[in-house]
Each structure stands twice: as structure tokens, then as C-alpha cells.
């Protein structure tokens, strides 16, 4: 058998109950798919200014600008970008999805988006995330805390 005649999941052996299973090693219960899909309007409404300063914290670094490399590229990250942000608040954390983000593991390891790069920019990610939930739960203390706990399992 070819690698080709298999999906990622099934190279993995991800199998649906793994899955599961490591939803349950983040705490990613029902109730914090229900949480996510619930912040699914804010971060839409604000997702021009997410994906505006997620590029501005990455570029100005040479070595990722370079990866990136042109004005065309980085116009359909953008794109792929907000696509990718609005499906983490779906609630629908299954084979799909798990494929869907071995997927943009494996494109990144192909073109040489090094681990250091990826995970800064997973960590930038999660706090411009998480600033837009504190500015719009400043109020309410218990709400913006479930929205963090969850937005960081996803
Ligand atoms: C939070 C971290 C990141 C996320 C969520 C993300 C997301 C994505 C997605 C969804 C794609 C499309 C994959 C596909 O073709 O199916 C992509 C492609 C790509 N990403 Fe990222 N990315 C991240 C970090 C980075 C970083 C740090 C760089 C550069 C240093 C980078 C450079 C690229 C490039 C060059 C492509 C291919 C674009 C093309 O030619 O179509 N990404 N990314």
C-alpha cells in the first residue's frame, strides 16, 4: 500500500475514539464546544482586525517575511487565515477537523515553516484571541473566564 492510498488520519492511525480521548486530556467537554460556538459572532465581527494583526506581528521578522514571500501569497494567507480562525469556534472538534489541521501541519513542514516560527505564531494566535474576549467581557469576570479556558483548548 502507498502512503497516497491513505488520508493523513489513517497514516496516524487517529482513530475516532483517540480523538476523543484526547479531548478529554484538554478538558474539551461539551460545554466548552458550547462556549466557542457562543463566541463565534464576536470574533467574526472583529475577524478583519484579527487576521490584520496577526500578519503585522510575523512579517516584520525577515526570516518569516521570506517564507512568505510575496504580496500575492500573503494576500490568500489571509484568506485561508480567517477561514482557518472561524472554524476553531464550529464546535465540531472531530475527524474533520483533526484532518483539516494535520493538513496545515503537513503544508507548513513541506515549506519550511520551522517549529519556532509555527508555534510563536500559534501563541500570538491565542492573544489576540484572547484580548478581544477581555475587552468585551470586561464586565463579567465569570464569562470572560470561561471564554479563555476554552478559546485555549480548542
Ligand atoms: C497560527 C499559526 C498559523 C496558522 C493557523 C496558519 C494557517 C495556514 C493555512 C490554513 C494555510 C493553508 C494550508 C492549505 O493549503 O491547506 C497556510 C499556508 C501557508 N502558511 Fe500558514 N499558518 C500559520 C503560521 C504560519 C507562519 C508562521 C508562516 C511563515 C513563517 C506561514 C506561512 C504559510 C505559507 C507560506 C503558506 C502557503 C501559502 C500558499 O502558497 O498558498 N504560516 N497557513
Redesign the pocket.
Do not use: K, P
Given at each position: 500500500m502507498k502512503n497516497t492510498d491513505h488520508t493523513l488520519i489513517e497514516q496516524l492511525k487517529i482513530s475516532k475514539r483517540e480523538i476523543e480521548r484526547r479531548k478529554e486530556y484538554f478538558g474539551l467537554t461539551q460545554t466548552e464546544s458550547q462556549t466557542l460556538i457562543s463566541l463565534k459572532e464576536l470574533i467574526s465581527d472583529h475577524i478583519e482586525e484579527i487576521v490584520e494583526e496577526?500578519y503585522t506581528k510575523?512579517t516584520p521578522?525577515d526570516?518569516?517575511?521570506r517564507?512568505?514571500?510575496d504580496a500575492e501569497?500573503l494576500r490568500?494567507?489571509k484568506n485561508?487565515?480567517r477561514?482557518?480562525?472561524l472554524s476553531l469556534f464550529d464546535g465540531q472538534y472531530d475527524e474533520d477537523y483533526v484532518h483539516?489541521r494535520l493538513?496545515?501541519g503537513v503544508?507548513?513542514k513541506r515549506?519550511g515553516?520551522?517549529p519556532k516560527?509555527?508555534v510563536?505564531?500559534?501563541y500570538?494566535?491565542s492573544s489576540i484571541l484572547r484580548n478581544i474576549m477581555i475587552s468585551q467581557n470586561k464586565n463579567n469576570w465569570t464569562s470572560c473566564k470561561s471564554s479563555l479556558a476554552a478559546q485555549l483548548r480548542k
Open positions: 496577526f510575523i521578522f526570516e518569516m517575511d517564507v512568505i514571500g501569497t490568500r494567507l485561508y487565515q477561514t482557518y480562525i483539516s493538513r496545515v503544508v507548513h515549506i515553516v520551522e516560527f509555527y510563536s505564531a500559534v500570538n494566535l
